[in-house]
């Protein structure tokens, strides 16, 4: 034991409260992260930001300014170039069209499985990443609009 160690009686105190010298918070953690360690979900795997030449859209939902969000489309709105959100009729456009006679929708996996984005809870988000043109080829004609992929936490 170092010699910082104070003795103090319970005294039939239910909670007790103890401060550990030398750790950090997990608030204070996430500030000293460094942004080029950030791992990117790139539709077949992840992979780490600073690793990829392609310009992947990310946001990572665990940042405390999400939390008082109603729903995933103002998380998104105004956080990735090239994407255009209209948080009133629920629609996301990325970089344009990509189909010319079907729908102008993303495709949007949630955990890997195809999903609505009316049914996810912002604050379960931990990291939304948004694939654009060649990187979202590899979902073939379903990618043609984009590809919003969603990680929830605990996944």
Do not use: C, W
């Not at 859209?57 to 489309?73: E, H, P, R």
């Not at 255009?84 to 102008?104: A, E, F, M, Q, W």
């Not at 939304?128 to 984009?146: C, H, T």
């Amino acid at each position: 034991l170092s010699s910082g160690v104070m003795n103090e009686e319970i005294n039939g105190r239910t909670v007790i409260n103890f401060k550990l010298n030398g750790l950090i918070s997990h608030q204070e953690m996430e500030k000293q992260e460094n942004p080029e360690n950030e791992v990117v979900n790139i539709g077949y795997g992840v992979a780490q930001k600073k690793d990829i030449s392609s310009n992947i859209g990310t946001i990572n939902g665990q940042k405390n300014k999400y939390a008082i969000y109603q729903n995933v489309y103002e998380m998104i709105k105004g956080e990735v170039p090239s994407v255009d959100v209209d948080v009133v009729y629920k629609k996301i456009r990325i970089r344009g069209i990509g189909t010319l006679n079907g729908p102008s929708d993303p495709l949007v996996l949630v955990n890997g499985v195809s999903a609505s984005l009316e049914t996810i809870d912002p604050r379960m988000v931990k990291s939304i990443s948004i694939l654009k043109g060649s990187d979202a080829s590899i979902y073939g004609s379903e990618g043609a609009n984009g590809v919003i992929l969603i990680t929830l936490i605990g996944k």
